[in-house]
């Protein structure tokens, strides 16, 4: 009796408070008692709610009307805004800045029934005005510290223009760079990728969901999106249970452990189900396997792309495999909100079903704070105090620098004198202001980033020139952000090659322009875009002092480049700080240490390319003149750069890898040490990269995969000894029994400065 007394106390403790909002206007919010503890409070809603309101709370709705102007009247926005103030909206999605995210927030808490707040969602990809190196290039820094901080700098800026949730990181493997969005990932490693995904989880979600400076991560797209055949954006994906658990899991299972809120399926079909009605991927492997206690967020419309998948015959089949499969938010498809309830009635969809995907999202909401004070996020004082502030530009500066990846450098061609030198920059890219901030930054200005001229006259004591010599993208759409690559107009290179003839250097910036990769921009091309091929070879012929800075989004196949030019920089898309980063590594006042997290073929024919491939039943040729075995006719198996390449002004030189025993047991560990010494003149940072590989296991193992790397930093001639523990952990892998775990076996491990270039010890794992 005192239970069911305490229940009905619960329930009916639901009263109007009166919460100040920044601006110290005093508006009303539901309050739920705070002394109880997260989920009977959740409970106590939940039993207020009619059905129609609970599907409400799974209704995302993107921003629908000028929120400052007239209120609609007729079509679907007034349908819409009809949903708002019935309380059949739980979140709403591109709705930025203070006063408009506080006018929708004020509809939802205080013209609605009961009053509960909206969550608001934005693409905070790599920042929001402020804008920090692509995600792809932030990856080449393996700089964990620092990818953090980059998320939390996106995250304060997001937060403070009423922002709460950000569909980020994307934590896809992609192993086929002519897939545009891998871009928006941390390339083709799964421990590499793993531990990136902690770190920007970590850094938007911070250290508590209630501080005003934080906000939801989720991890996407869930699951096996990279794996698009042809590399085709939305394609079909079919790949085994071993590349699933082994490769593409392992990222949200991180992100997962990591904390993170949300989670957001994905376009794909996998296995012949669409992701966002795949019951095996939602309830069976994260809400019950993982017990994710989060929610799970359609991607744009995807419940009702179900129809043209040949999955669902029309939206309201789309909505009831939708929900019952595990997505409990419906983005931009109404497909919930017009269809759940009758699917209920029906017995089509359990109402039970409804309630925990409702549960759920309140559960988050409780979390951000928003029924505490749904107006947190609403302080204009605080917007323009922190969008766009100086420590913002100097921690994307510094990702910036961490960013670029050296890829060769012959003669020493780099870094540049800082004086007496005649120096030509040639390339559309090398002026453009927009180009730099890449894809995915929807609310960053056009012109807002530092170009690359820019940056290097600030270094004033070389005479330096520049010619445009070709553009990269004549043509523009900005509703759909596309470009139209150059492929006839070369009326520039005459000036070029002119002014290229009489200089000490020739830095020529080429590459992608800033929207050619991204969602929707595959490519079956992956050299330099357009006429930018020629451009090059033409200015090689007149001097052949070239530093090629590359600005790309994805791994570009360079043959003839790597051939003849004698330097060349990778330095993607780097955002708003991008041309004083670059012309701080070229000039040396930063020594570059980036190492790359994706191949780079030699030719598009390649791809998918890894470095952690299988090595087949024929991998070597057995015969003289043999054609029988794993190659092509027309070119090498080997890439261009491989996975985990990327040199320094510094040489650093491996030497003495240690096993600490020859093997170890169940429980037990081992050590495996080199020592890495700086040959160069520079001090100079490294990573240390280490490998291991399992020689004989019920499922075929990979002929290398990363399992942990060190950055150090050491001054020249100096030493240091690093060190990796090895122990069942390291070793276990989705096996033939259907688990994780350590088989016992032969090993290898292999330390260096890249997947290609290390040291190579043995060892054996005897499991008792």
Same mark, same amino acid.
């Given at each position: ?236 994906? /079919? ?276 929207? %050619? ?7 079956? /091309? ?46 993607? %898309? ?171 076996? /032969? ?22």
């Amino acid at each position: 009796m005192q239970n069911k007394l305490k229940l009905m106390l619960t329930i009916i403790t639901v009263s109007l408070t009166v919460v100040a909002c920044s601006d110290k206007i005093m508006k009303p919010s539901v309050s739920y008692m705070t002394d109880n503890p997260l989920e009977t409070r959740v409970d106590s809603i939940l039993k207020l709610m009619t059905l129609e309101e609970k599907i409400g709370q799974l209704n995302q709705y993107n921003g629908f009307w000028e929120i400052t102007g007239p209120t609609p009247k007729e079509g679907q926005a007034a349908k819409k805004y009809a949903d708002l103030k019935n309380g059949l909206v739980g979140s709403m999605l591109n709705v930025k800045g203070v006063k408009d995210v506080r006018a929708l927030q004020k509809i939802a808490v205080e013209e609605t029934r009961l009053g509960i707040p909206l969550i608001f969602g934005f693409d905070v990809i790599h920042g929001y005005k402020t804008i920090s190196p692509i995600p792809l290039a932030e990856a080449a820094s393996w700089d964990l510290v620092e990818i953090k901080k980059s998320a939390a700098v996106a995250a304060e800026e997001a937060a403070s223009v009423g922002l709460n949730w950000t569909f980020a990181p994307m934590v896809d493997i992609a192993r086929d760079a002519r897939w545009g969005r891998v871009m928006e990932g941390a390339g083709e490693d799964p421990y590499l990728g793993s531990q990136i995904a902690i770190a920007r989880v970590q850094g938007f979600q911070g250290d508590d969901l209630k501080a005003k400076n934080t906000i939801l991560a989720c991890a996407k797209h869930f699951a096996g999106y990279a794996f698009a055949e042809s590399g085709r954006d939305y394609n079909t994906v /079919d790949v085994g249970e071993s590349t699933l658990q082994n490769i593409v899991f392992p990222p949200f299972k991180a992100a997962l452990d990591a904390g993170v809120r949300t989670f957001m399926n994905s376009f794909n079909e996998l296995n012949g189900i669409p992701a966002t009605g795949n019951k095996y991927l939602q309830r069976q492997i994260l809400k019950d396997d993982w017990k994710f206690d989060g929610f799970v967020v359609s991607d744009w419309g995807s419940i009702n792309e179900m129809i043209a998948h040949g999955y669902a015959k029309d939206s309201k089949q789309a909505a009831e495999i939708a929900i019952n499969a595990g997505s409990d938010m419906d983005m931009e498809s109404s497909a919930y909100v017009e269809h759940l309830a009758e699917l209920v009635k029906e017995g089509k969809v359990k109402e039970s079903t409804i309630d925990d995907a409702a549960r759920r999202i309140l559960k988050v909401k409780f979390e951000l704070g928003l029924f505490d004070n749904p107006y947190l996020y609403c302080d204009e004082n605080y917007e323009k105090e922190t969008v766009g502030k100086p420590a913002f530009q100097e921690a994307v500066l510094e990702m910036a620098k961490k960013s670029i990846v050296l890829l060769k450098n012959e003669k020493e061609l780099l870094p540049l004198k800082k004086s007496g030198q005649k120096i030509v920059v040639i390339g559309a890219l090398a002026n453009d202001k927009t180009s730099p901030l890449g894809s995915w930054r929807i609310a960053a200005d056009d012109n807002s980033a530092v170009s690359l001229l820019e940056g290097l006259k600030k270094y004033k004591n070389n005479s330096l020139s520049y010619v445009k010599g070709a553009d990269v993208a004549v043509g523009r759409t900005q509703f759909v952000w596309e470009t139209k690559i150059n492929m006839t107009d070369k009326s520039g290179f005459a000036e070029a090659i002119n002014a290229a003839k009489g200089a000490d250097v020739v830095i020529m910036s080429l590459g992608e322009h800033g929207l %050619q990769s991204g969602e929707g921009r595959s490519r079956t /091309d992956l050299g330099l875009p357009g006429v930018q091929q020629e451009l090059l070879e033409e200015v090689y012929k007149v001097n052949p002092n070239i530093v090629l800075v590359l600005n790309n989004g994805r791994p570009l196949a360079i043959p003839w480049a790597d051939e003849h030019i004698p330097a060349i920089v990778e330095a993607w %898309q780097l955002g708003t700080q991008s041309g004083n980063a670059i012309a701080q590594v070229l000039y040396g006042d930063y020594n570059p240490s980036g190492k790359l997290p994706m191949t780079f073929p030699r030719n598009v024919g390649q791809v998918p390319i890894y470095y952690n491939y299988k090595n087949t039943g024929r991998p070597v040729m057995n015969e003289p003149e043999s054609v029988f075995w794993s190659h092509y006719i027309d070119e090498k198996n080997t890439p261009l750069y491989p996975f985990g390449y990327g040199l320094s002004y510094s040489k650093f030189e491996y030497s003495n890898l240690e096993l600490s025993q020859k093997s170890f047991s169940d429980n037990g560990q081992m050590e495996v040490s080199v020592i890495v010494k700086n040959t160069g003149k520079y001090a100079g940072k490294e990573v240390v990269q280490f490998y291991i590989r399992d020689l004989f296991a019920s499922v075929t193992r990979p002929v290398k995969e990363l399992k942990g790397f060190e950055m150090i930093e050491l001054q020249p001639n100096e030493s240091k000894k690093v060190s990796f523990i090895i122990n069942e952990k390291t070793i276990e892998f989705f096996t033939a029994n259907s688990k994780w775990e350590a088989e016992a076996g /032969d090993f290898k491990v292999f330390v260096g400065g890249s997947s290609a270039q290390t040291l190579e010890g043995d060892f054996q794992y005897l499991n008792n």
